[in-house]
C-alpha cells in the first residue's frame, strides 16, 4: 500500500475518535440522534483541530445506512465512500478556489436534485471565508430557505471575516486549540502504532511547536522520522524544530540564581553562536520563569494540573523555585517580558537580551543594597542578645570540610555567652556585598541561631539546590570567615535539614521581604504625620502613591 502521512493515517473516523472538541462532537451527536439537524453549519478555529475532519464525520453521522446516527457504522458502502473522499452525495469545495458568483450559482442549480444513495446531499465549503461579497450574498436565499434534503457545512480559520448575515443563518460551533497533554497522549499513540523509540521530552516539544495544532503535531512527527529513522534522538528533534535547547534555557536561569552575570552572557553568545533566534529564546526563558513562579507558589502535588511538563522537570522545578522569593520571580517575570516586547521592534536583538540578562543577574544584589532595620517596631531597641535557642535537628547535613564539621548540638540550650550573639542581618548585607553568587542559596535557608562559636543554618527538605551550593567547601568557610569578623570570634558553620516535626518558619529572604515591607509603612505613616505633606494632600486632593528614604548628602542639595 502507498505510503500515507499520519495525519491522513490516523485521522478520526468517528466521533467518538475525535479529541480535544468534546463541546462540539456531544452537540452534533445529540442533535443527529434526535433529529434536530441544522441545514448549516459554521465550523471556526485555528488550523489542523479537525472542522474538516468533524463535517466528514457529520456527513457520514446523516448519510449512514444505519441512519441518520450518533454512532456511523464506518463499513456501510456511504461511509466507506465519504471515508474515501468520492461520494456521490458529500461535495467537497475548496473556498479559494471557487470565490465567484459563478461557483455559488452552480451550486445553488445542483442542491435542487435528491440525494443519489444517502439521505442527505451535503456541502463542505473549506476556508470559506475566501468568497466573495457577491458570492456570499448569492448564498443569502439559499441559506435561509434551503431543500430539506441539503446541509451547508462551512469551515473557517478567519470567522471575522464572515458576513454577518452569514454567521446569522448557521450554527456556528468554535474549535479551541487541542491541549498539549492531548497532543501528547495521541503522539505516544501514533508512536506506539509505529514502532518509534521517542524520549518523553520529544513528545512535549513536539507538542509545543504544534501550538495546539494536531495536523502540525503529526506533520512534525513524519518529518522528524524522515531525518532520524525510527528511533528519534531528542538533540536531532531540536536540531529540526529549530527549538532552542533546553540546556541553553537552564544555563540563562542558573546564572540568574546564582546572580552571575558573565554566565548569562556566556549562554546569551552560545544561543546566537548557535544560530539559534534570541526571539525564541526569550520567549522560552519566559516560559520558564512563569512555571518558576507557578512552582513557587503551588504545592508540588498541584503543579501537574498547571504546568506541562515531564515528571522530572516538574521535581526539579519545585527545587529550584525555593531559590528565589515570588517576588523576586515576578521582577523576573517583568524584565524578560518588557525585553520580549522591544524584540519585536528592535535591530539588535542580541543587544536587548543582553540587557536583560545582566538586569536579571543584579536584581537579588540590588535588592538587598536597600538598607533594612531590625524586624522589632520602630519604637522598641533592638536587643542583639534575643536571638532564638537553636531548634532540635533531626537530620544533619553530610560535611566534608572542617567548617561544616560540628558537634552536635545539646538538648538543653547553654546560656550564650557575652559574644555568642551575632547580628544575622549584618551577616546577610555582608555576603550580598562580597558573595553575591551565594547570597541567594543563602536566604533560602532559615538561621536556626549560634550557640557558642557554631552557627547553624536548616533548610527545608525541598531546598536541594540551594543547600548543596552552600555546602561547598569554599562557601563554608567564606560565611565562617564573615560570621567571624561580626562576631569577633571563631566560628564554625553548620548546615542541617529541617525535618517535618521542625516548628515552621520563614526563610531569610521571607524574613528579609517582611522587614522591607516594614519599613515601607513605617515611612508612610511618618510621611502621613508630617504637618507639610498633610496640608500639600489636603490642598490637591492627592493621595500617598510612594515613600522613599532620602540620602543625607542628596537632601542637602
Not at 515570588?326 to 536587548?352: C, K
Request: charged share 20%; hydrophobic share 40%; aromatic share 4%.
Amino acid at each position: 500500500m502507498d505510503y500515507q502521512v499520519s495525519a491522513r493515517k490516523y485521522r478520526p473516523g468517528t466521533f467518538d475518535d475525535v479529541i480535544g472538541q468534546p463541546h462540539v462532537v456531544q452537540t452534533l451527536m445529540n442533535a443527529v440522534s434526535t433529529k434536530r439537524i441544522a441545514h448549516a453549519y459554521l465550523f471556526s478555529g485555528t488550523r489542523g483541530v479537525g472542522k474538516t475532519t468533524v463535517a466528514r464525520i457529520l456527513a457520514k453521522a446523516l448519510n449512514c445506512e444505519q441512519g441518520p446516527t450518533g454512532r456511523p457504522c464506518n463499513v456501510c458502502a456511504n461511509c466507506q465512500e465519504i471515508a474515501q473522499g468520492n461520494a456521490v452525495d458529500v461535495v467537497e469545495i475548496d473556498g479559494a478556489s471557487n470565490t465567484s458568483v459563478d461557483d455559488v450559482r452552480e451550486i445553488r442549480e445542483n442542491i435542487k436534485f435528491t440525494p443519489f444513495r444517502g439521505h442527505y446531499r451535503v456541502y463542505i465549503i473549506d476556508e470559506v471565508h475566501m468568497l466573495s461579497n457577491s458570492a456570499f450574498n448569492a448564498l443569502l436565499k439559499t441559506l435561509e430557505e434551503p431543500p430539506a434534503h441539503v446541509v451547508f457545512i462551512f469551515a473557517t480559520t478567519e470567522i471575522h471575516k464572515i458576513p454577518a448575515t452569514i454567521v446569522s443563518r448557521c450554527q456556528h460551533y468554535n474549535f479551541r486549540r487541542i491541549a498539549r497533554t492531548e497532543i501528547v497522549e495521541r503522539l505516544r499513540h501514533v508512536a506506539s502504532q509505529d514502532h518509534l523509540v521517542m524520549e518523553e521530552r520529544s513528545f512535549l516539544a513536539l507538542a509545543r511547536a504544534s501550538e495546539g495544532s494536531m495536523r502540525d503535531a503529526l506533520s512534525l512527527l513524519d518529518q522528524v522520522v524522515a531525518f532520524g529513522g525510527r528511533t528519534i534522538s531528542h538533540p536531532d528533534l531540536e536540531a529540526l524544530l529549530g527549538a532552542v535547547p533546553q540546556e541553553l534555557v537552564q544555563g540563562l536561569i542558573q546564572a540568574v540564581m546564582v546572580q552571575n552575570s558573565p554566565a548569562a552572557l556566556r549562554v546569551l553568545a552560545n544561543v546566537t553562536d548557535q544560530g539559534h533566534d534570541v526571539r525564541a529564546f526569550c520567549a522560552e526563558i519566559v516560559e520558564h520563569v512563569r512555571n518558576l513562579l507557578v512552582a513557587a507558589v503551588v504545592p508540588p502535588a498541584g503543579l501537574r494540573a498547571l504546568i506541562e511538563s515531564s515528571e522530572e522537570d516538574l521535581v526539579q522545578l519545585a527545587t529550584d523555585a525555593t531559590t528565589l522569593t515570588p517576588e523576586q520571580l515576578q521582577e523576573l517575570m517583568g524584565i524578560f517580558t518588557q525585553a520580549e516586547d522591544s524584540l519585536r521592534f528592535s535591530a539588535h536583538p542580541r543587544f536587548v537580551m543582553e540587557t536583560a540578562a545582566i538586569r536579571a543577574t543584579r536584581l537579588v544584589r540590588q535588592q538587598e543594597s536597600s538598607p533594612a532595620r531590625p524586624l522589632q517596631p520602630a519604637s522598641a531597641p533592638s536587643n542583639p542578645k534575643s536571638s532564638p535557642p537553636p531548634l532540635p535537628i533531626k537530620t544533619e547535613a553530610a560535611g566534608s570540610s572542617p567548617a561544616a564539621q560540628a558537634a552536635p548540638i545539646p538538648a538543653t540550650p547553654q546560656q550564650p555567652n557575652r559574644r555568642s550573639a551575632l547580628n544575622w542581618d549584618a551577616v546577610q548585607d555582608h555576603v550580598a556585598a562580597t558573595l553575591p553568587n551565594i547570597a541567594p542559596f543563602l536566604e533560602a535557608g532559615r538561621f536556626i541561631g549560634m550557640e557558642g562559636n557554631l552557627v547553624t543554618i536548616g533548610f527545608a527538605k525541598q531546598a536541594t539546590l540551594a543547600r548543596t551550593r552552600l555546602e561547598k567547601e569554599e562557601h563554608l568557610l567564606a560565611l565562617a570567615k564573615i560570621c567571624q569578623e561580626e562576631s569577633g570570634q571563631p566560628v564554625r558553620i553548620r548546615i542541617v535539614e529541617l525535618s517535618e516535626t521542625d516548628p515552621p518558619g520563614p526563610t531569610m529572604a521571607q524574613v528579609r521581604a517582611a522587614k522591607e515591607q516594614d519599613q515601607r509603612l513605617v515611612l508612610f505613616q511618618q510621611a502621613r504625620a508630617n504637618p507639610t505633606v498633610k496640608r500639600a494632600l489636603e490642598i490637591f486632593g492627592a493621595e500617598l502613591a510612594e515613600v522613599r528614604r532620602v540620602a543625607q548628602k542628596e537632601a542637602t542639595e
